[in-house]
Structure formats: structure tokens, C-alpha cells
């Protein structure tokens, strides 16, 4: 397998890292600013499930630990597996949330950029939220 191209999709946050990171990594927390998962998630053993238009989806999330890191895999229903990498940063008194979105095989240029900007409109939402 080749590498794939990559693109970090990241905005700023006013609110410390900490709040920020514990709010967003929590899954039951996620349908409320990750809208591919608004469908909301349900806890199967350590992982999730969720219901979309992707139809019916795996969710396992890295432990929680100290570093900010909320990195999931979604496996889909045809067997594949997709790795989010998902981190919460200090920045001053605020933060940084970065996306790491990667292009997967078969991916017009026109999707991958559509994927971006999803991600940056949630993430938007999730800078709403903690900013209130």
C-alpha cells in the first residue's frame, strides 16, 4: 500500500485544552458537534456503533491518556477500516484541534475536498460549543 495524501484540517480554540479534550473525547459527546455520527453512538463492549449514511458503523477509540489524542477507527460495513487521527493541543490559554484526513484509494480530488470541508464545519461546531 502506497501513502496516501494527507491534510490537516485544524482550528483554534478559546478554552483550555483540557476542557476541550475532555468534552470532545467523550463518544456520547460526538453526535453533538461530529455530524457523520449525529445519528448518535451506542457502546457495544469498548466500542460504539453508529447508524449513517454509510450504513451501520464500528467506532474504537484510543484510550483516553494526558496527550489530548481522540484517535478512532471506523470500520464500515464492507470490512473497511478508516483511521481518524484526532488531537486536542495546547495553544496559549486555548487550543488547537487538529484532523489528519487522509485520501482514500478511489477518492476524486473533488470528495477529498468536500471531506475537508466537513471537517472544518464540524470542528467549527465544536469551537462553538466550547466558546460559549
Known amino acids: 500500500m502506497s501513502t496516501m495524501t494527507a491534510k490537516i484540517v485544524h482550528i483554534s480554540i478559546d478554552r483550555h485544552w483540557k476542557e476541550v479534550y475532555g468534552f470532545a473525547g467523550r463518544p456520547e459527546n460526538m453526535p453533538l458537534w461530529a455530524s457523520g455520527l449525529a445519528s448518535g453512538l451506542e457502546q457495544d463492549g469498548e466500542d460504539w456503533i453508529a447508524k449513517g449514511t454509510l450504513g451501520t458503523v464500528r467506532v474504537s ?43 482514500l484509494p478511489g477518492m476524486s480530488d473533488e470528495q ?3 471531506d475537508a470541508a466537513h471537517v472544518l464545519k464540524d470542528l ?9
Open 61 to 103: 477509540f484510543t484510550p483516553r491518556n494526558e496527550f489530548g489524542v481522540i484517535d478512532h477507527t471506523v470500520t464500515i460495513e464492507s470490512g473497511l477500516k478508516v483511521h481518524n487521527a484526532l488531537r486536542v493541543v495546547p495553544n496559549g490559554d486555548g487550543c488547537e484541534v487538529m484532523f489528519t484526513l487522509l485520501k
Open 112 to 114: 477529498f475536498a468536500a
Open 124 to 132: 467549527s461546531t465544536l469551537k462553538s460549543l466550547m466558546e460559549r
